[in-house]
Structures are given as structure tokens and as C-alpha cells.
């Protein structure tokens, strides 16, 4: 079984709602076992003009391959009501592979550590709650110096 945490994200159609049935989801994939879920959280979008998105991190037990994992997920996200479109555009839902075991993934179509997970309160802050303060990404970073560049600032906790 590998750990592995994915981040959560929605900004349409009744976020919290989204999130809760995406964690029913992946609780039921094959051979993946939901362990614990981070609080919710609202935070900016990326982008101006666009509704906040209410986001969270789970962890989870899996015996599925990492592009097996992303392909259910993806899955989950198109029952969902994803369509892909502008990149970081709205959605329904999103989810993120932020860490897959002790595994560093540079494949086309899945990057872990997640590339962008230095500038994410969004994750950063979830995460902590899942992990122990002195948690090390498999690339080598630290979770408590990645928080500390990464201020708690346009996120509130729900």
C-alpha cells in the first residue's frame, strides 16, 4: 500500500457539496482505502473574476499505480461535471496528486511532487494537517519550509 495525498478543489456548482462526493468516491476505488480527510477551506482563485474555491487534501492507502490512480480520479472529476478548458479556469472539481508515497513521478501526464505545490496555501495548509510537522516531500523539501515561504494569506478555514 502506498500513502498518497490528493488535493481537492471546487468553485462551481455547490463546492462543499462537490467535495464531499468526490471523498465518497475515492473511498470506494479499488484497492484504495481513504484514511483521513484535511478541514475545508475557502481560498482565491488564481484567476480575477472567478468564485472562490472551497479546497482540501485527503490521504489515502492505494495498491493502484500512480497513472492508474490519476486516471481514476480523472474519473471521478468528468462524473462530476468537469470539462476541461481554460487552464485554471472554474471547474466542478479537481483533484491533484500531491504526493504518492516516497515517489518522485515525472511522467507527461503526472508530475509528483506536485509542480506547483511551493505556491499553494491552498495545499500546503491541508496537507499539514494530515502529516507530521517534520514531513518531507520525496524530492527532499520539507513541509514546515515550504510553509514558511508560503504564507496562510487569502485562506479561510471552514
Same mark, same amino acid.
Given at each position: 500500500?502506498?500513502?498518497?495525498?490528493?488535493?481537492?478543489?471546487?468553485?462551481?456548482?455547490?463546492?462543499?457539496?462537490?467535495?464531499?462526493?468526490?471523498?465518497?468516491?475515492?473511498?470506494?476505488?479499488?484497492?484504495?482505502?481513504?484514511?483521513?480527510?484535511?478541514?475545508?477551506?475557502?481560498?482565491?482563485?488564481?484567476?480575477?473574476?472567478?468564485?472562490?474555491?472551497?479546497?482540501?487534501?485527503?490521504?489515502?492507502?492505494?495498491? !493502484? @499505480?500512480?497513472?492508474?490512480? &490519476?486516471? *481514476? +480520479?480523472? %474519473?471521478?472529476?468528468?462524473?462530476? $461535471?468537469?470539462?476541461?478548458?481554460?487552464?485554471?479556469?472554474?471547474?466542478?472539481?479537481?483533484?491533484?496528486?500531491?504526493?504518492?508515497?516516497?515517489?518522485?513521478?515525472?511522467?507527461?501526464?503526472?508530475?509528483?511532487?506536485?509542480?506547483?505545490?511551493?505556491?499553494?496555501?491552498?495545499?500546503?495548509?491541508?496537507?499539514?494537517?494530515?502529516?507530521?510537522?517534520?514531513?518531507? !516531500? @520525496?524530492?527532499?523539501?520539507? &513541509?514546515? *519550509? +515550504?510553509? %514558511?515561504?508560503?504564507?496562510?494569506? $487569502?485562506?479561510?478555514?471552514?
Amino acid at each position: 500500500m502506498a500513502r498518497v495525498h490528493i488535493g481537492l478543489g471546487s468553485n462551481l456548482d455547490s463546492p462543499q457539496r462537490q467535495l464531499r462526493d468526490a471523498l465518497q468516491a475515492m473511498a470506494g476505488l479499488p484497492d484504495t482505502r481513504l484514511v483521513e480527510t484535511s478541514s475545508f477551506y475557502t481560498s482565491d482563485s488564481l484567476l480575477p473574476g472567478q468564485p472562490r474555491y472551497t479546497n482540501a487534501v485527503a490521504a489515502l492507502d492505494t495498491e !493502484l @499505480a500512480p497513472l492508474a490512480l &490519476l486516471d *481514476a +480520479l480523472q %474519473a471521478i472529476e468528468s462524473d462530476q $461535471g468537469r470539462e476541461r478548458g481554460e487552464r485554471w479556469g472554474p471547474r466542478t472539481l479537481d483533484l491533484d496528486i500531491i504526493t504518492y508515497a516516497d515517489r518522485v513521478i515525472d511522467e507527461p501526464r503526472l508530475k509528483v511532487p506536485h509542480y506547483h505545490l511551493h505556491a499553494r496555501a491552498f495545499v500546503l495548509y491541508p496537507l499539514a494537517e494530515l502529516v507530521d510537522e517534520a514531513f518531507v !516531500l @520525496a524530492d527532499g523539501r520539507s &513541509l514546515r *519550509a +515550504l510553509l %514558511a515561504a508560503c504564507p496562510f494569506v $487569502g485562506l479561510d478555514k471552514l
